[in-house]
């Protein structure tokens, strides 16, 4: 499958969405590429590149004008609506598992009731090697600001914002990814 076919499809050209979703996408699968050669993970180069650039092809639905997306959902809803769009597109499932489960350092069905988040409760949890390879280089860049790749600390800091089992979520993915000390 062609990832290009779909992103076409739903961020035109010379739009602000589109510009900054390549961006965006692009570093996160340049990463993602990278760390898999890198510790010769045993994944299909194809398939991490597939899944790193349509991992974020729901934001078009939700509302989050500043990167230009006009949407009615909660940003938090993305990774839920591209899985589903992606499911309905035809791509891999491994690849729509990935948009559903990258979220933060995955969500747990515990947390979407307890923060009253609005998405269905349900584990969103990255499990596979791919889920978890690109849920973690999607955490090293931004969809706003100069877009470049954030150092460690600064990652680890959004991490515990989110809460401390959000960070150690994230702080076991940096064990499995990086050679990097905390």
Not at 42 to 71: F, K, N, Q, Y
Not at 92 to 106: D, I, K
């Amino acid at each position: 499958m062609d990832y290009n076919e779909i992103i076409d499809k739903y961020y035109p050209a010379d739009t602000l969405r589109r510009a900054i979703y390549l961006k965006h996408c692009e570093a996160v699968a340049d990463l993602a590429v990278e760390i898999a050669e890198r510790l010769a993970l045993p994944l299909e180069i194809s398939d991490v590149r597939g899944a790193a650039m349509l991992h974020d092809i729901g934001i078009w639905l939700t509302d989050a004008r500043d990167i230009g997306c006009t949407g009615s959902l909660p940003y938090i809803s993305h990774g839920i609506v591209g899985a589903s769009l992606l499911r309905a597109e035809g791509a891999p499932e491994a690849w729509a598992r990935v948009a559903e489960r990258h979220t933060g350092a995955g969500i747990t069905a515990a947390e979407v009731e307890a923060q009253k988040l609005p998405i269905p409760a349900a584990d969103y949890m990255p499990e596979t090697l791919l889920e978890r390879l690109v849920c973690y280089a999607d955490k090293f860049y931004s969809k706003s600001g100069d877009m470049a790749r954030k150092p460690l600390d600064r990652v680890r800091r959004s991490m515990a914002r989110i809460s401390p089992d959000t960070l150690a979520r994230f702080d076991r993915l940096h064990a499995e990814f990086s050679t990097e000390n905390i």
